[in-house]
């Protein structure tokens, strides 16, 4: 499975944007990068999908690098809701759920 | 709509003590998955069901675990006997589908079990 790489751990002052860098150099051409988050206590969840082209939802923005070899999580304006641990991962077409046993991922603290 | 459910949220036990974990997922969602969580980790895929056949299940200690899905729909985990490094947060999930560009994952809040 291929892999990512991410910032153990990230600071960001509330109502600034936050960018959340993944690195996945082994990426194939068909595998979709997904970013789960999870709070304290709570199981995962999921906040964003894409393959090739940039991707916008309610809850943050996804860029991915042209040559796809790695990623950056938006969050516009950080509240001290969005401090969690934020996971990258890589699923391949055939959708196993084994991509998705996650990596550490980035703990995201968002200052006051 | 409501979420994933889980239970007992929380769970002490003694070591070679036995525990199970229930499940029910979202209402029409095929796929269920249960992941181990140990603390400061992310979570471990254990199995994948599909309806109530097994899709995954290679990370699964089956000389202590076993889980099912009767009927397609709820689902138990159980552990027989608990070691000590079985403490750890036991999620379950669930999806409508199980391909990568539809598959969201939708988490329960999970079950803590401490094995004393």
């Known amino acids: 499975d291929a892999k990512t790489t991410q910032p153990n751990s990230m600071e960001s002052n509330e109502e600034e944007p936050v960018h959340l860098p993944c690195n996945h150099s082994?990426?194939?051409?068909?595998?979709?990068i997904h970013w789960y988050r999870q709070l304290p206590s709570q199981g995962p969840e999921y906040v964003i999908h894409g393959l090739t082209s940039n991707v916008n939802n309610r809850m943050a923005s996804l860029a991915i690098a042209e040559d796809r070899k790695s990623s950056t999580l938006i969050l516009h304006r950080a509240t001290l809701r969005d401090a969690a641990v934020y996971y990258c991962?890589?699923?391949?077409?055939?959708?196993?759920?084994?991509?998705?046993?996650f990596g550490s991922g980035t703990q995201l603290t968002v200052l006051p | 709509e409501a979420g994933v459910a889980q239970s007992p949220r929380y769970k002490i036990i003694e070591k070679r003590q036995s525990v199970a974990f229930w499940c029910n997922p979202i209402?029409?969602?095929?796929?269920l998955y249960w992941y181990q969580q140990i603390l400061g980790q992310g979570p471990k895929l254990l199995i994948q069901?599909?309806?109530?056949?097994?899709?995954?299940d290679s990370q699964l200690p089956k000389d202590r675990f076993s889980a099912e899905r009767l009927k397609g729909v709820d689902s138990t985990l159980k552990i027989q006997p608990a070691k000590l490094e079985d403490s750890a947060v036991y999620l379950c999930a669930s999806s409508l589908h199980p391909g990568p560009n539809t598959g969201e994952l939708f988490f329960g809040e999970g079950s803590r079990l401490t094995v004393l």
């Open positions: 082994t990426i194939s051409g068909t595998d979709y």
């Open positions: 991962i890589l699923r391949a077409p055939s959708g196993s759920a084994r991509q998705l046993t």
């Open positions: 209402s029409g969602h095929a796929t």
């Open positions: 069901f599909q309806n109530n056949g097994v899709v995954d």
